[in-house]
């Protein structure tokens, strides 16, 4: 994602001078080059035009519409958004995705820059401990949900069963509104940390060993060295793995489509959960669109506040 | 400084036993026997059993979901490769009418969720006929910007020099692209051919909508309808770790190369 926008304009000035005078040589007409370069695009520019410009825009005049499945429609202006403000539903999964967010984001934070961390002191098989903690992000979030939700059965779940050695519980983790998000965050934390703890990690090893040296040296302990030493360089790199868990989170259905079915009573009933019951369910297409828009739209401010506080160059 | 010596490495073997025994408790629970306790006869390696694997195998659909997971992972990767590469040359070597407008193009389209187009992409592909097929589960997914992207970041990295080169001797532009272009970028092509790899392999959303007669469906939608039925749990763990095999031998055979890759192109998968 930074990446991309990060890289260098190719080619250059060199290119415009070096080969274009050795084509003019070759009788190479400039229309012949750009054609070759078309060509080349063509095939990846084709599948964008029809699978991804044409739903994007198709999705924004979706949304205008009360399409249905048997393919008749009206258009309904913006009728489909004022729906949207009076929806209980909607409210409701509006609040649970960002009670969801509010409890994922940091914990996976905390988790991934904790073993980050670990991973950096700890210098004893390094590259074994790194890999055990990536391991679960190569799996399927559906993998994760089904382990977990065995994990938290309430009668012959692993946790239940841990806990009843200390005379706790049983806890139907997944069956109270109390606890379910939570839950549901745990395991998505464990399933994707690996990924946020590698970003991290090489954010810590990019942090100048001279100037933890210099810190030591002054007398410095451990936690002084970690908040006024590597907290302000790592700064940026912690602010991307925020965004990127923050996006993630708001995009959450798949741990709660298998885990908990939206339950209990709609408590982990997610956006994009409403907008796969409205389309998938309801065949109510234009208003699933309408929620998808609404998703875009926290996607974008979510962007857009990272491009703000960080700056172009980051 | 001192107690940091002993209380780190205890703390980061428990993390390391807590995340790995979540994978452990599975494997143990699809060795139990069927008919007993869950625990303790999980753990007693006399009693386990390759029961539940069999009877998995022979109640759901596994053989023709993986069938159908690998055809959306490898069909996607090959095409993946070969466009995005094509497309990469072209943005960092070429120059053509528009380039700059289809880059901006591709790189907004990263912005938007794939969720949010959820309802018109499913449109789409009913109206073309592809719904519950497998042009329908594979051919809108190639769309990929992100490959296009790593792509021409690391083709922009090759020196100008050459392609004048092969100019020079009368190369031809495709034999230019394939016989110099893709063999220096053979490092790139295998990091993202993991990383789509991975994408489609672990996908969920779209197999869901696409593959809706069990015939269609992928590992990892049978996975979640198995655990939906009255399926014994132990045979649910069957079917679960039959589906981590593939991720567990990308990522045993190519860990450093996903992590040193993912370290320094920021690619998720």
Excluded: C
């Excluded at chain 2, 107690?3 to 703390?11: F, K, N, V, W």
């Excluded at chain 2, 042009?135 to 922009?156: C, D, E």
């Amino acid at each position: 994602m930074t990446e991309g926008g990060r890289a260098a304009p190719p080619g250059g000035e060199s290119q415009a001078t070096g080969p274009a005078a050795r084509a003019a040589r070759r009788d190479l007409s400039p229309w012949r080059r750009s054609l070759a370069g078309l060509l080349f695009v063509a095939p990846m520019l084709v599948l964008f035009v029809i699978f991804r410009f044409v739903p994007v825009i198709g999705a924004f005049l979706l949304s205008l519409t009360d399409y249905r499945l048997s393919g008749q429609w009206t258009f309904i202006a913006f009728d489909n958004y004022s729906r949207l403000l009076e929806d209980k539903l909607f409210h409701e999964s509006l609040l649970v995705t960002l009670t969801y967010t509010v409890i994922f984001v940091p914990l996976t934070v905390l988790l991934s820059l904790g073993t980050a961390l670990l991973l950096q002191q700890v210098v004893w098989s390094r590259g074994f401990f790194r890999g055990v903690f990536f391991l679960p992000y190569v799996t399927s979030i559906v993998l994760a949900a089904v382990i977990w939700k065995w994990i938290y059965n309430a009668e012959d779940g692993l946790l239940n069963g841990l806990l009843g050695l200390v005379s706790l519980g049983p806890f139907d983790f997944l069956g109270e509104a109390g606890t379910v998000l939570s839950s549901i965050a745990v395991t998505s934390a464990w399933k994707g940390f690996g990924y946020s703890m590698l970003i991290l990690l090489a954010g810590l090893q990019a942090v100048p060993r001279s100037y933890l040296e210099a810190a030591m040296i002054d007398g410095a302990g451990i936690w002084q060295r970690f908040r006024y030493v590597t907290l302000p360089q790592l700064r940026p790199v912690l602010f991307f793995v925020l965004v990127i868990e923050t996006i993630g989170a708001f995009q959450v259905f798949d741990a709660m489509y298998v885990m908990t079915a939206g339950g209990p009573v709609r408590a982990s009933y997610s956006l994009v959960y409403l907008l796969y019951d409205s389309g998938f369910k309801f065949f109510d297409f234009g208003y699933a669109s309408a929620i998808g828009l609404v998703l875009f739209l926290i996607v974008l401010i979510v962007s857009l506040i990272q491009r703000r506080l960080v700056g172009r160059d980051d | 400084m001192r107690p940091a010596r002993l209380t780190l490495p205890t703390l980061l073997v428990l993390t390391a036993v807590v995340t790995i025994l979540p994978f452990a408790a599975m494997v143990l629970v699809a060795f139990a026997p069927p008919s007993g306790q869950t625990f303790p006869d999980a753990l007693n390696p006399s009693r386990w059993t390759w029961q539940n694997f069999s009877n998995v195998l022979s109640s759901s659909d596994i053989p023709r979901w993986t069938v159908n997971s690998l055809i959306y992972s490898l069909v996607s990767v090959l095409f993946i490769l070969l466009f995005a590469a094509m497309a990469g040359y072209a943005f960092a070597k070429k120059r053509f009418p528009g380039r700059e407008l289809m880059f901006w193009a591709f790189l907004a389209t990263l912005m938007v969720p794939f969720q949010a187009t959820l309802i018109p992409s499913y449109i789409l592909v009913s109206k073309l006929g592809w719904v519950d097929g497998y042009w329908g589960l594979v051919v809108p997914t190639l769309a990929n910007s992100q490959a296009v992207f790593l792509m021409r970041q690391f083709i922009s990295q090759l020196p100008d020099e050459l392609f004048e080169a092969a100019e020079i001797d009368g190369a031809s532009e495709w034999r230019t692209f394939s016989t110099i272009v893709l063999p220096l970028v053979r490092p790139a092509l295998a990091t993202l051919g993991i990383f789509v790899f991975l994408w489609h392999w672990n996908d969920f959303l779209w197999p869901l909508v696409i593959g809706q007669s069990a015939q269609m469906q992928t590992l990892t939608v049978g996975l979640a309808s198995l655990q939906s039925e009255a399926v014994p749990i132990n045979q649910v763990m069957a079917g679960a770790t039959i589906t981590v095999i593939p991720s567990l031998l990308v990522f045993g055979l190519l860990q450093r190369y996903l992590t040193d890759s993912i370290a320094m192109t920021g690619l998720k998968a």
